[in-house]
């Protein structure tokens, strides 16, 4: 058995790939998960993977990737990037060789051209929470509705204009005071994502989009997506455990060699 881990600033993400190609697909509190199940040693971290609730596990290989991987090196795993984990993974779930992929993660954001399967170029946002998952949360609580709600409107968008999640929150409160509806407001919060991450889908363009990240639950945004840019989205199957997938294939694929 093969192991992929993507150690999330939100969640640690682990599949685990059999002999018969078959996926489990594992997910943890990412403080949770270090506070419970991790420990130092000389400087690495070491996890017991059965005591992850995941039975015996006899592992061939495995491999990292995340938000943590700069910080926490991984006793016995091969650490890679994110964009490459996401990237294998998205050709591994879809079967495309040709897209452009986006990965909307808990603190930071992705694009990535891929051609004939491997990736070209790529654009990372680490530096600001205004185009992640963490700013959609604290927006949708300032509307007092949850992820899925928000995640269905886009029509009719209030204009939001700040390019910071602190002072987005305190501009989103003054359209609430000035009567707008919640629909029209959680579109805006929507367009807003779509407007940070517009110049990276424009500079690495593709006529198909890939998908993953935890964001890509949100229907509004990919339907933005596909309006304002004319372009084919595709959302795989878990697409929250895209890095974690690639880990676990590029494992398989490098113990094949």
């Not at 945004?221 to 004319?230: C, K, M, T, V």
């Not at 959302?235 to 929250?240: G, L």
Request: with cysteine; aromatic share 6%.
């Amino acid at each position: 058995m093969y192991a992929g881990i993507d150690l999330g600033s939100r969640n640690v993400k682990v599949a685990l790939l059999d002999d018969n190609r078959e996926f489990s697909l594992h997910k943890f509190d990412t403080v949770s998960f270090y506070r419970e199940h991790g420990r130092l040693e000389d400087g690495q971290l070491v996890v017991n993977l059965s005591g992850l609730g995941l039975g015996n596990v006899n592992l061939k290989a495995v491999v990292s990737t995340g938000y943590g991987r700069q910080t926490i090196n991984l006793k016995g795993a091969r650490n890679i990037p994110e964009i490459k984990a996401h990237v294998t993974g998205a050709v591994h779930l879809t079967g495309l060789d040709n897209f452009t992929l986006l990965d909307l993660g808990g603190q930071d954001s992705k694009v990535a051209k891929v051609v004939k399967g491997r990736m070209i170029d790529f654009e990372t946002n680490d530096r600001c929470a205004a185009s992640t998952g963490r700013y959609l949360e604290n927006m949708a609580a300032v509307l007092d509705i949850d992820m899925e709600e928000l995640s269905r409107y886009y029509e009719n968008p209030v204009d939001l204009t700040s390019t910071c999640a602190i002072f987005g929150e305190t501009e989103l409160i003054g359209k609430v005071v000035e009567g707008h509806p919640v629909s029209n407001l959680a579109a805006g919060v929507n367009y807003t994502i779509f407007k940070r991450i517009k110049p990276m889908l424009i500079k690495l363009s593709s006529p198909t989009v890939v998908f993953t990240g935890g964001v890509a639950g949100n229907s509004a945004l990919r339907r933005i997506i596909e309006r304002e840019l004319d372009v084919e989205v595709v959302v795989p199957k878990h697409p929250q455990y895209a890095g974690a997938i690639g880990c676990a294939v590029t494992a398989w694929k490098n113990n094949e060699k």
